[in-house]
C-alpha cells in the first residue's frame, strides 16, 4: 500500500514535444504530490507539487494532472528543450505530521535536439 | 539563501568500517530526512529527524542511525559496512510551515 508505481521507465522525444510521465499511488491518505528533477552527479530539485483539492497545476512549462478516484497523476512538459533531458521522479505523501516521501522509480528522459 | 550543504560529497571505505555523514539544512528549517538513493532500490527513506527527535524511521538495518543536534544539522552513521551499502545518501531539509522538501548533492559512499 505504499508503493508509488511510475512509467515509463525511459522516454526519449524530439525537441518541442511533450513527455508524459505517469505515477499511480495506493495509499488513500497520502495527500502531498512533488515531483524532481535529478542531473546526474546532483540531488534532487523540486519542480512543482499538487495536492488533490485540484485537479492541474501549472508552473513554466511543466504541468501536474491529478487524477483522485484513479489515484493517479502525471507530469506534462511543455516544448520539452534538451536540457530538460534528466530522470525525473515523483513522490507522494502526507502533507502534515511526520514527513515520508514514497519515490517512484524514475523516468529518464531524453530530449533530442 | 543557502541550499542544503551535505559533506564530504564523496567517500571511499572498506566493508566493515564505520562511516558518519553530514547535513546542514536550510536555514531555519527543523526537519531534517535522509534518504538511500541505488540504482537497483531507487530513492528510499531511512529517518526523519524533528527537533532533536527521530519521527520516522524507514526499513533499514539498526546499523544505520542518525541524529540532529540544536542547531538543525543532522548526521547519519553507517556502522559495519557491507559492500551493498554503496549509495548516494540524500539529506532534505523542510520548514515547518511548508510540506516542501529540498535535497542536497547528496554523498557518495562507496564500500570497497
Known amino acids: 500500500q505504499q508503493q508509488v508505481k511510475q512509467s515509463p521507465q525511459s522516454l526519449i522525444v524530439q525537441k518541442g514535444g511533450i513527455p508524459i510521465i505517469n505515477c499511480a499511488y495506493e495509499?488513500?491518505?497520502?495527500?502531498?504530490f512533488p515531483w524532481y528533477q535529478q542531473f546526474p552527479g546532483k540531488g534532487p530539485a523540486l519542480l512543482i507539487a499538487i495536492r488533490p483539492d485540484v485537479s492541474e497545476k501549472k508552473e513554466g512549462r511543466f504541468t501536474i494532472s491529478f487524477n483522485k478516484s484513479a489515484k493517479q497523476f502525471s507530469l506534462h512538459i511543455m516544448d520539452s528543450q534538451p536540457g530538460d533531458s534528466a530522470t525525473y521522479f515523483c513522490a507522494a505523501s502526507k502533507a502534515s505530521g511526520t514527513y515520508k516521501y514514497i519515490f517512484g522509480t524514475g523516468t529518464r528522459l531524453k530530449v533530442l535536439a | 539563501k543557502a541550499g542544503v550543504t551535505q559533506t564530504p560529497r564523496y567517500l571511499i571505505k572498506t566493508r566493515g568500517q564505520q562511516v558518519t555523514l553530514s547535513c546542514s539544512p536550510i536555514?531555519?528549517?527543523?526537519?531534517v530526512s535522509w534518504y538511500q538513493q541505488t540504482p537497483g532500490q531507487g530513492l528510499q527513506f531511512l529517518f526523519e529527524y524533528f527537533s532533536e527527535t527521530q519521527r520516522n524511521k524507514g526499513n533499514f538495518p539498526g546499523r544505520f542511525s542518525g541524529r540532529q543536534f540544536s542547531n538543525s544539522r543532522s548526521e547519519m552513521n553507517v556502522s559495519t559496512l557491507e559492500l551493498g551499502d554503496s549509495a548516494l545518501y540524500l539529506c532534505a531539509s523542510r520548514s515547518i510551515l511548508n510540506t516542501e522538501a529540498f535535497f542536497g548533492q547528496g554523498t557518495r559512499l562507496t564500500v570497497v
Open positions: 536555514s531555519g528549517h527543523r526537519s
Open positions: 495509499n488513500t491518505a497520502f495527500d502531498y
